[in-house]
């Protein structure tokens, strides 16, 4: 092969893998919301968004999802069931740690923790 053809055949593959990996990210699998601006600002400073907020902005994220019919991230009811844990509506929370597991089988072991402390009773 001459030089100029090795360098054309560059020359094509660098556009066509550009286009191909463009078209693979531009696809998402999951609905995220404001989920992981959320989780960000309640980790970098807690208290700044009440409890109550994010569960109204979870709440209509998962909405929307749901209105798409696309699936929100792995992790999403977790958050949810601790802020309704957090508000102390616990069946709210457990019906959350529940679709959690059901959703995201790895999440299992977590998840039944979680529902085993719900399950205990208070002294």
């Known amino acids: 092969m001459e030089t100029h053809q090795v360098i054309m055949k560059q020359f094509l593959f660098l556009p066509l893998a550009v286009v191909f990996l463009a ?53 999403f009811h977790a958050q949810l069931g601790t802020l309704y844990f957090q508000l102390g509506k616990l069946d709210q929370a457990r019906q959350e740690f529940e679709t959690e597991k059901a959703q995201f089988p790895e999440s299992a072991v977590f998840m039944d923790r979680l529902l085993a402390t719900l399950n205990k009773p208070k002294s």
Do not use: M
């Not at 009440?50 to 929100?72: C, G, H, I, R, T």
């Open 23 to 75: 078209g693979c990210a531009s696809k998402q699998i999951y609905s995220w919301g404001h989920y992981e601006e959320l989780i960000y600002r309640d980790y970098a400073k807690p208290g700044a968004v009440s409890a109550e907020e994010q569960v109204a902005q979870l709440e209509a994220d998962f909405q929307k999802a749901k209105s798409k019919n696309k699936p929100v991230p792995p992790g």
